[in-house]
């Protein structure tokens, strides 16, 4: 926090890792048009940095916004369809960009 503690600007880390299996989404404007015909599953990990605004609502209430930026690791299989087995690659690959975007809601004890 620059100023006050839950009030105002801050800057934080934030790290993030999970499993995925997805197949069969169709995303808008084209993004990962090839993940809509195959299925990808795997998992990653990464981190980054992050800042924010939080407003004080009332004594026990806030709101904040934050955004981040880091990297992510991420290793999948690539199989041929959504339902059958065959893998036809296995890869990994480095992600630099956006990685958070949040808007909260928060209870201050």
């Not at 998992?43 to 939080?54: A, D, E, K, N, T």
């Not at 209430?61 to 981040?68: F, I, P, Q, R």
């Not at 480095?94 to 949040?102: C, I, L, R, S």
Request: aromatic share 20%; proline share 3%.
């Amino acid at each position: 926090w620059f100023c006050q503690s839950f009030n105002g600007w801050f800057v934080g880390a934030h790290l993030m890792g999970g499993e995925f299996n997805v197949s069969g989404v169709d995303f808008p404007f084209g993004l990962l048009s090839t993940q809509k015909n195959h299925r990808y599953e795997g998992w990653f990990i990464g981190g980054g940095v992050s800042g924010g605004y939080q407003w004080p609502l009332s004594r026990h209430w806030n709101l904040e916004t934050s955004l981040g930026l880091g990297y992510d690791f991420i290793k999948y299989d690539k199989y041929k369809c959504g339902t059958c087995g065959r893998r036809l690659k296995s890869s990994h690959t480095n992600y630099f960009g956006p990685t958070k975007a949040a808007l909260s809601l928060i209870y201050v004890l």
